[in-house]
């Protein structure tokens, strides 16, 4: 196997700094991503660290799969998110997706358009055009922004952002739900973002909180580490540091679970330690622990005059 024919090294995506530290070796992902983008390489053969950035403290993945095939997945492939949706498409986290687009609408009451970048199979545009919002979305896969099109009545376009997709166009709102994890090239992403965002709007992201109770607590096993697909682990500090770099101030933090109720997330956590202490045991082998209260949502508001 010849690793530089497939993966790249990643610096900070952050900061963009070389100097990092290991925070955890060789770690094997468990998804099929590698497979599906159509790389011959198993995950075994292919073992990444995490690593933790010298300079603003972020974590992200050493390895990253080039953009020839990692775009090919996105857009043509599908990612395999969608294997298990195609046949039957359905919000699988309909009070979630309902309790976001709602904490949105408390907080960004003096905005109208939306941009949601990644918008998937649509269901939170859907929840935010129902509240009044004209919304638009940006999705690489054909088939989700297709079912967002037919099914939703959504404007969602078919691509990645660039300068071009709305020429003229400013939005109050810019949407990254589950998105920014994925993205290495972060800084060009805000650059757009920049560039598309309305005086005084508003930037909503949705991610996994790498600081984290329970991430740190799980460790190398935090379940948001195996899939080639995620990149970058964000934190209230590292977001902050991202906003700040473009011209963002930080207006909201709130530390959340992704999917479930108070008492899901409350099970999991258990299970969690419970499977802890079967490894520790070795009456079992755990290669990851479910995610349960790791996530945030953070708002930034438009500074630049």
């Not at 990253?64 to 492939?77: Q, S």
């Not at 902050?240 to 899901?264: I, M, P, V």
Request: net charge positive.
């Amino acid at each position: 196997m010849n690793p530089n024919e497939y993966f790249i090294k990643q610096n900070c995506p952050v900061c963009n700094s070389e100097q990092s530290i290991a925070l955890f070796k060789n770690l094997i992902h468990t998804c099929n991503v590698l497979k599906k983008a159509g790389i011959n390489v198993s995950n075994e053969d292919a073992p990444a660290d995490i690593n933790l950035c010298s300079n603003c403290k972020h974590k992200y993945l050493s390895l990253i799969i080039k953009d020839k095939f990692i775009n090919n997945y996105y857009g043509v492939v599908d990612s395999e998110y969608y294997d298990t949706a195609k046949d039957n498409p359905y919000d699988g986290r309909v009070k979630d997706t309902k309790k976001f687009a709602d904490l949105i609408a408390k907080k960004c009451t003096d905005c109208y358009t939306v941009l949601e970048i990644g918008s998937g199979l649509g269901h939170l545009l859907f929840q935010l055009k129902e509240k009044g919002y004209e919304c638009t979305g940006i999705e690489p896969s054909g088939f989700a922004s297709s079912y967002s099109r037919s099914q939703l009545g959504l404007n969602v376009i078919t691509g990645l952002l660039n300068r071009e997709t709305f020429p003229t166009k400013k939005f109050d709102i810019v949407i990254l739900s589950d998105v920014i994890e994925h993205i290495y090239d972060i800084n060009s992403l805000f650059s757009l973002i920049e560039y598309y965002l309305a005086p005084s709007g508003r930037v909503i992201v949705l991610t996994g909180n790498s600081n984290s109770l329970y991430a740190r607590v799980c460790g190398k096993k935090w379940l948001y580490f195996y899939s080639w697909e995620h990149v970058s682990f964000f934190n209230k500090s590292s977001i902050n540091n991202l906003f700040t770099r473009h011209s963002l101030w930080l207006d909201y933090f709130k530390e959340t679970q992704h999917t479930g109720s108070f008492w899901l997330n409350t099970k999991t956590f258990a299970l969690t330690f419970r499977g802890m202490l079967a490894n520790f045991l070795r009456l079992r082998n755990h290669k990851f622990f479910y995610m349960a209260f790791d996530h945030f949502i953070a708002i930034g508001k438009n500074i630049k005059k």
